[in-house]
Every structure is written in structure tokens, then in C-alpha cells.
């Protein structure tokens, strides 16, 4: 394979080998970036002196380096990233449907990473792989964790993995993060199924966890799930369409006191093994993520894709 599988069009291998070393990390590919810009920059200033021709050549090298890395940067997501890496993977991985076009949505859970670790070894360009689902990836967790803030862990598994990346990256240690990448991937996907297996949509899957506490019966789980999704219709309904509800303290007030009394309510809160205590905790966790999430109605957080059932 004499190019990386990411490469925006084909650049020259020149290109591949710098990019790939300019990505060795993420600080790394950020220092380079910065000073490639230095060097545009410094390069325009020079606009008028005969000498600027004599640099052009190392200039426009430069730019095209900087431009396939923001090419990179650029990428939608993780299934675009995999559709890229098709060359690589297309005997290491099955698709849900038979045959494969440039629109399949690549199934990250049937990869046979056994098989995946041997193509990945030809892969001429490993840093900037790596580097470029890193990006994917954080772009999604972000999201997810705006989504909803008990999505923590997930963030720290990350953090694990790109710690022990950085400490040593040598080829064995770059092959196991790209691999590990990839298994993050898909729990990333079965998180986001998680809704669906609860009967609810992401939205009220974030009131729900915050509210949840251990050791409930079944029926009082039930009952949760429909305090989660009421309360939040109703204050979509009603306290959330006040324009800028954020901005004036009495508009918060009023959002805070509604969480509490659903909450608190014998008809509409949450199951009376609740302590009046634990009533006040859930509903402040309730009201910050609400703070957040919803400076309007519908929330910039949640696509309509992920909204209702």
C-alpha cells in the first residue's frame, strides 16, 4: 500500500510520511498546524521582495501537507472514517446487507479484528489513522455526553486509552490503540441503543439516569421512566418556551420549583422510597442538565432523529 488509506485524494508519498509523523499525537499535530499557519503568514508578509519566489516551492509543500490534514479533520464521522479505511478492512469486516456500495454503514461490531491487525500492519500511514478516528471519536462523545452528563465513564475509558497510546507509540502500541479505537466505537453504538432498549428516547434517557438510584424494583423503574418522560413534556410544554427562561432569575426559579414539585408530587413524582433529601439531589441534577440543554425548545443538543419514539 503506498499510501494511507485517509489520504485526501492521493498525495505523494512525501506528503504521507510528514503527515504521519506530524500526527505521531495529538499535541504534535496541533504544533504542527500552528506553525504551518506561522509559516503562511510569514510567507504573505513577505509580499513584494524579490527573494519570496525562492521559498515558494517549500511554502506550497507545506500547504499541501496542512491541507490534507484539515481535510482530515474535516471528516463527518466514524462511518465516513471506515468507508475511508474500506481498502483496509473490506476482508476484515461484514456488512449487514450483502454486497457493499459507497453509501454502506459499516456494522463496527462484526469486524474480525484478528484480520483487521494484519491489514492495519500494511497500512503506510498509522499516526495519522489513528489520529483521524481519535477526532471522529471525540467528536461523538462530545455530543453524547452534552446529551447527557452521566456519561462520564465513557469518557474516562477514553482518556485511558489515548494516556497509554501517548506514553509509547511504537508500531505494536499504534496497531492496539486503532484496534481499541474501533471496540470503543461500539459501545459508543450500543450506548446510543440503550434508548431504544428502555423504551425511551434519548432525551428523556438523560432524566431517567439522573433520577435512577440502586436497589429499585421493577415497578418502581417503570415508574421513573414515566416521571422522566412526563416531567419533561411538560416542561417543554410550558416553563421552556419562555424566550431566554436562562437569562432571568425568576424564569430559572419557576423551572426549578416545577422540577421539584413534579417531583415531590403523590401524583406525578418519583416512588416513595425517595427521601424528601434525595427528592432535592435529583432535582438539581435535573434543572443543571436542563439549564444546559435546553436554552430553547427544541434543544440544539438532540437531532429529530434521536427525538421521540
Known sequence: MSSSPLAPDTPPSSCVTTRNSASSNGESRKRFEILCRTVFSKFKACFGDDRQHEFRADRDSIDIVYKSLQKDTQLADITEIIQKLHTVIDEAIETRTQGRD??????????????????????????????????????????????????TDFQEHYHQIVREYNQEKDRVTIEKTFEELLRFVNELDEEQK????????????????????????????????????????TLKDERLRVDQW???????????????????????GLPTTYSEDEIRDRSEKVFQHVFYAYPTVPSPLYPASEVGM
Open 246 to 268: 436562562r437569562d432571568k432569575e425568576g424564569t430559572r426559579d419557576a423551572v426549578r420549583s416545577a422540577i421539584f414539585d413534579f417531583l415531590y408530587s403523590d401524583k406525578t
Open 194 to 233: 440503550r434508548a431504544i432498549r428502555e423504551g425511551l428516547d434519548q432525551e428523556s434517557l438523560a432524566l431517567y439516569d439522573l433520577l435512577m438510584k440502586p436497589e429499585l424494583t421493577p415497578k418502581e423503574i417503570g415508574q421513573i421512566k414515566q416521571v422522566a418522560v412526563e416531567l419533561l413534556s
Open 102 to 151: 459507497d453509501d454502506t454503514i459499516y456494522d463496527i461490531s462484526k469486524i474480525d479484528f484478528d484480520r483487521l491487525r494484519q491489514e492495519f500492519q500494511r497500512t503506510a500511514a498509522p499516526n495519522t489513522t489513528v489520529q483521524n478516528l481519535r477526532a471522529a471519536i471525540e467528536k461523538r462523545l462530545n455530543r453524547l455526553i452534552a446529551q447527557n452528563p452521566l456519561r
